[in-house]
């Protein structure tokens, strides 16, 4: 009698079934036994576990193949999934997508000796809150608190972990349960959907606006300043740009009229260049520095964008506001843990030495590369990408125009050099290539990411310090892209 193919799908279902091998015997073969001794049994038999669930429903549904059940392939399946547990989530990439300070990329990248005080901090012991000189307990806050003031001209300063924070401590700090008069221009969303009428009411401050959003001027301020006013905050729009029929109040001119009225004025410049980056042929950013100088009483600025740091908050101004910030119960919450702290340290120690910045510290190294020197690397670059794409893709040396990021500087653009590559052929079906293309990259032991645009997937050398590591994966990226490996 002739079975139904669905009969058979079952039967053969049941057959396969029940050659599963169980998860005890798997573990006693001596494949899997090598990965016991090297991931331990916790670790290979909860692996073995999944991988028998899934071969499971795989042929509960008639989805198994019989060689999927031998014990060589489940032996390498096993060995493949202890190798991807263990593999990390956060992973160094290459930034190839033209923006320098890239927020989903980590955003700056760190210098060498910042990276090295990481490390020798965490070998061992640390004095993170411990007076080397008294023997008693120390402020972590002194680990880099002389540097800021030496550097902006500070009577003191704090850190936080991130400059959101900064701002709200700041605000909670300065103002909780009071007002705080802010200009409708500056009511910036710093990211992430988290906006200054939200830092405000988070921070239990009362906002009251003044002005308009493309006009400010001082009597707006003038006539907002009464009782019940704790604060006046500025905020540098880094993130967008308002042109044309505009009008803004300086700090230098805002400052005399909050003193006046015993008020003291705060300014959150965001992206915080502590140099003045004009003198590196590119667009000009307050510095904390002049705002001090121009009377603010607290600025509170990045550690990780211009600075070229780790993610911080740095809150710098007058002894008397910094001392109330510093004691603020919402402080502890916000503190920095010694790692970014190390690293804080080395990366301000660098400015000490502003001479040697451009070649110790990535980000202005990136943000001040010559085009020349990247278009160079791309002509030297291009005969391999292109070998290696061939006959699927044809690649070529364009100019590009590169971006700050990060919202810092939205509007000002970097000439830069990059290779454009394109399906060959018709161009029928671009979209897809380009986008297996772009999984195929990322998808390299060491993921490259580009962007898409105008049907070419493009790769900005700006930020390609060294070549070897992308040369190196050609093969591999060939291979991600089913085509059969170049001869010789």
Not at 142 to 165: H, P, Y
Not at 225 to 236: D, G, I, Q
Not at 386 to 404: D, K, N, T, Y
Not at 473 to 478: C, E, K
């Amino acid at each position: 009698m002739t079975m139904r193919p669905d009969e058979s799908m079952v039967h053969g279902s049941k057959a396969l079934l029940q050659q599963l091998p169980s998860v005890d015997r798997i573990l006693q073969w001596p494949a899997v036994q090598a990965l016991v001794a090297t991931h331990g049994h916790t670790l290979v038999a909860g692996e073995a576990r999944a991988l028998v669930a899934r071969r499971r429903e795989a042929a509960r549904a008639g989805l198994l193949a019989p060689a999927a059940l031998q014990p060589d392939t489940l032996a390498a399946d096993l060995a493949v999934r202890c190798r991807d547990r263990l593999a990390p989530r956060l992973r160094p990439v290459l930034n190839l997508t033209g923006t320098v300070i890239h927020t989903n990329l980590g955003r700056s990248v760190l210098a060498d000796e910042a990276i090295a005080r990481i490390v020798s901090t965490m070998a061992g012991p640390n004095n993170l809150e411990f007076d080397l000189d008294t023997g008693g307990r120390g402020d972590r806050d002194t680990l880099v608190e002389e540097l800021l003031c030496e550097i902006t001209g500070a009577e003191a300063a704090t850190v936080v972990n991130n400059n959101a924070g900064a701002v709200l401590l700041t605000i909670a700090a300065l103002a909780r349960g009071r007002e705080v008069v802010v200009s409708r221009g500056e009511l910036v969303e710093i990211g992430g959907a988290f906006r200054m009428p939200d830092v405000m009411a988070s921070a239990g401050a009362q906002m009251v606006e003044v002005g308009t959003t493309n006009r400010t001027h001082p009597a707006d301020y003038q006539q907002a300043l009464n009782e019940r006013t704790a604060l006046v905050m500025k905020v540098h729009t880094s993130n967008y740009a308002v042109q044309g029929f505009t009008s803004a109040v300086s700090e230098a001119v805002l400052a005399p009229l909050c003193h006046a009225r015993g008020v003291p004025l705060a300014t959150d410049l965001g992206s915080g260049s502590l140099i003045d980056l004009a003198a590196h042929g590119l667009p000009r950013e307050p510095l904390p520095q002049e705002m001090l100088r121009a009377g603010c009483d607290v600025v509170t600025f990045s550690g990780d964008k211009l600075l070229g740091g780790p993610q911080a908050g740095l809150i710098v101004g007058s002894r008397a506001a910094v001392g109330r910030i510093r004691k603020f119960p919402m402080k502890r919450a916000l503190r920095m843990s010694k790692l970014p702290l190390a690293a804080l340290e080395a990366t301000l120690m660098l400015y000490l030495q502003p001479e040697r910045l451009v070649r110790d510290l990535p980000t202005l190294r990136h943000l001040t590369r010559p085009q020349s020197q990247v278009a160079a690397m791309a002509q030297a670059l291009q005969p391999a990408v292109a070998q290696a794409l061939s006959p699927r893709f044809e690649v070529g040396c364009v100019a590009l125009s590169s971006q700050i990021g990060s919202g810092s500087l939205p509007v000002d653009r970097l000439p830069s050099a990059g290779l454009a590559i394109g399906p060959a052929g018709s161009p029928k079906g671009v979209g897809t290539a380009l986008d297996e293309l772009a999984r195929a990259l990322r998808g390299l032991p060491l993921p490259v990411v580009g962007r898409i645009a105008h049907d070419q997937l493009l790769l900005d050398l700006r930020c390609l310090d060294e070549a070897a590591p992308f040369m190196a994966q050609l093969p591999a990226l060939r291979e991600a892209l089913g085509m059969e490996p170049l001869a010789g």
